[in-house]
């Protein structure tokens, strides 16, 4: 891992992981197809709240993580990485790679924070106990999450494809799930306290993101996660962007989202103080 990382300032990380992927690989280029949406001359460098991207104190960039080939490795890298980030009073923004990311990532936030909130945008609730034989897939981060207490609260927003099973497991740790029939009807999370960002492309609909492994239509807009963002005001001490597939995104469209989530991410993290506490 090479870059810049700016006290205090949120810190682009990339971490190009796809070994969880159940379906498509190609999530491992996710990172450099983001950053290259970011920094297009298509665009300016400011944030819609007129923060300038280019300042390191705005937006810092730690590289991306090499990842060993073994998963459980792996997960051991982007874990130890993600805390070395925290001791520098860094505050990741991780590009993903994978959704499989988010479990060693909250591993190292956890540590640092006695209470912490996830708000998880997605199509997929992925609290599988396994998928195909594999606990640590794509599909079965927020089972390990819950299951180790790594967060106080869970909010999932965007919901629209659950089994039976996984509605068991959301009851059972309390879950609080906004499917898109309750966004429809008007149901919004209110969040306090710190909390953790943890946004799959694929919650939002593919005619908005099209750029992912598992589109599923019926999803949120571009500009509903960005208000999403912006209305939630616990200080924000991390966050992951996840499941971007280059090879499925006819022209960059969906780098760009989550170019323009990143942003959005930005202000909001310049817009809340995190505490420091560390979890006892």
Known sequence: MAGTVGPGAPTLVGVPWDGGA???????????????ALWSPSRNAYTES??????????AD??????PTAAVDARNAI???????LDAAARPIALGGDHSISYPILQAVRARHARLTIVQVDAHSDLYDDFNGDRYSHA???ARILEEGLC???VQV???????????????YGVEVIDMRAWAAGARPVVDGPLYWSIDLDGLDPAHAPGVSHPEPGGLSTREVLTLLATQRGPVVGADVVELNPSRDPGGLSAAVA??????????MHDTTPGTAARP
Not at 158 to 172: D, L, S
Not at 259 to 268: E, I, K, P
């Open 22 to 36: 159940s379906y498509l690989r190609g999530g491992a280029l996710g990172p450099s197809a983001v950053r290259d």
């Open 50 to 59: 007129l923060r300038d991207l280019r300042d390191p104190a705005v937006l």
């Open 62 to 67: 730690a590289g991306d993580f090499t990842l």
């Open 79 to 85: 874990r130890e990485g993600i805390a070395r980030l």
């Open 140 to 142: 079965c981060p927020f």
């Open 152 to 154: 106080d609260r869970l």
């Open 158 to 172: 965007g919901i629209r494809t659950r089994t039976p099973a996984q509605r068991e497991t959301a009851a059972r």
């Open 259 to 268: 170019a323009a989530l990143v942003r959005g991410l930005v202000d909001v």
